[in-house]
């Protein structure tokens, strides 16, 4: 039987890549979701800062319209000049976000992400299983 979500408050998982060519990046995400407004705490691999660590930390804050997500991530502990944003597309059960995330003042510099909600083991499975981009 499947939970009915009201909102997207939770824990996700996902992953974004690059038009250039460079592997897909995975990330988990504590969502809050309230009335729309959301915020979050977002953690990944630290694939472009190596004298930051193993893992990266970020914040998130954006808004939900229907079924339309948006959202600026911002990382902490370094200035990189301007931080992504990431527009997409929930699915009708709100555990699926597709979309694409790009740097608004370097316009080469994008690329498409998805996340899922992690409510059970499956859809931790269903990312690593996830046909590359």
């Known amino acids: 039987m499947s939970e009915k979500f009201e909102n997207l408050t939770g824990r996700w998982t996902g992953r974004y890549d690059y038009t250039r060519d460079a592997e897909a990046v995975p990330f988990e995400v504590v969502l809050d979701d309230n009335g729309g407004v959301l915020s979050g705490d977002i953690t990944e691999p630290n694939t472009f800062r190596r004298d930051m660590g193993a893992h990266l930390a970020a914040t998130l804050i954006g808004d939900r319209l229907g079924f339309d997500v948006s959202f600026r991530k911002t990382y902490g502990g370094f200035d990189q000049g301007d931080d992504p944003i990431y527009e997409g597309a929930l699915n009708d059960a709100l555990t ?34 996830e046909v590359p981009f």
Request: avoid cysteine; charged fraction near 40%.
């Open 96 to 129: 699926r976000i597709d979309g694409v995330w790009r740097f608004p003042d370097e316009p080469d510099w994008l690329g498409r992400f998805m996340m899922v909600r992690t409510v059970e083991l499956r859809a931790k499975r269903a990312v690593a299983d």
